[in-house]
């Protein structure tokens, strides 16, 4: 069985920064895609960013230039470095890999439970 972790959320002024992290644990033979998406009240859950196995990384325009996708693929980890927060940035934010088990042919897509970003004005 495989389970997502995450950690990292939190209240913050604007301005500042948060780091949340998302460690995979389980029965893991390889990662391919993670991505880190967020969901605000009221609003459909939304890309922010994502990285592939080989560290290439795409974010949301929203974001672009104030967070940051980094991995670490010995640790089964992703980070999402977040700088200069406004309040729009306020979401539950979950992370999403695409995990290869065994006794599986392909990637199945897994998702962790959400941690709480509060941005306040």
């Known amino acids: 069985q495989v389970r997502l972790v995450e950690s990292g959320g939190g209240l913050v002024q604007a301005g500042g920064s948060l780091r949340l992290s998302c460690a995979a644990a389980?029965?893991?033979?390889?990662?391919?895609?993670m991505g880190w998406y967020r969901q605000a009240p009221g609003k459909q859950r939304e890309l922010v960013a994502a990285?592939?196995?080989?560290?290439?990384?795409n974010y949301a325009d929203s974001v672009k230039g104030r967070f940051t996708i980094s991995r670490d693929n010995a640790k089964n980890t992703v980070y999402l470095q977040m700088n200069s927060l406004k309040p729009e940035d306020t979401a539950v934010y979950y992370c999403?890999?695409?995990?290869?088990?065994?006794?599986?042919?392909?990637?199945?897509?897994?998702w962790g439970k959400g941690t709480t970003v509060t941005v306040s004005s």
């Open positions: 999403n890999a695409g995990i290869y088990t065994l006794g599986l042919a392909g990637a199945m897509m897994h």
């Open positions: 389980g029965s893991i033979l390889s990662i391919n895609t």
């Open positions: 990285i592939t196995s080989g560290g290439s990384t």
